[in-house]
């Protein structure tokens, strides 16, 4: 397989499933018999109590952890065990759940990063600046403003990252990532952290991503308000196995799943 982004057009294959999907740490089983599906343009949740997998799971999907067993196909393609780099290219991209910028560059600088490997420019045209690597240059400049225009954030590209207020830190993650071209976008806790109304501005955008961009979406998520608002389908898991699944209303009013939240 190539390195090249994977797509496809066919309605009845997901844009991600994963079979029997388990990692093993020792003698601890973090992940076990994970089975999800997740159609084109669907926004779907991954949820569950603290230490539940949730987040190995986005390692599993991203190449940072291999699985012990199990498979991992993007848009019906085999990716198991690939390293990020090349996974990334493939088509999946990720926030974090303590947000990694480059703070030490800009608002714009961040974005440019993402688009970074789309943009063909080699390592003469580079180190002499010519005429080709500054015609990318313009043209990731370009790309990266309207990224930024789709955030809100237009108006900072000029800021440090770390100068930005929290809110907006976690948003230009998520530009950034889309900056990449995904085909299917992972969003680990982005409301963490913030206050209703950022909560509420970052619904929006999540959603006016998914809309305008067709965007395929898997969310971790603890704010059950933004999980309701938004989520079609959930995934709940608890002690690296799957506790319910399927629409949000059903999972959400599942005693185990209250349970496993909650307690007795």
Known sequence: MTDEKIVTS???VPVLRTEHLCIQFGGLRAVDDVNLEIKKGELYGLIGPNGA?????????????KPTSGKILLCGKDITGKPPVEINKLGIA??????????????????MVGLSNQIPCNMAQSIFRLPRHKASEREMFDRALELLKVFQLDEYKDYLAANLPYGKQRKLEIARAMATNPTLLLLDEPAAGMNPNETQELM?????????????????EHDMRLVSGICENLTVLNFGTELA????ATVLSDPSVVKAYLGD
């Open 10 to 12: 066919a309605p009845d």
């Open 53 to 65: 997998g949730k987040t190995t799971v986005f390692n599993l999907l991203t190449g940072v952890y």
């Open 94 to 111: 990720r926030t974090f759940q303590n947000i990694r910028l480059f703070n030490n560059l800009t608002v714009i600088e961040n974005v």
């Open 204 to 220: 929006d955008d999540i959603t006016f991503v998914r809309r305008e961009f067709g965007m395929t979406i898997l969310l971790i």
């Open 245 to 248: 699944k399927g629409d949000t």
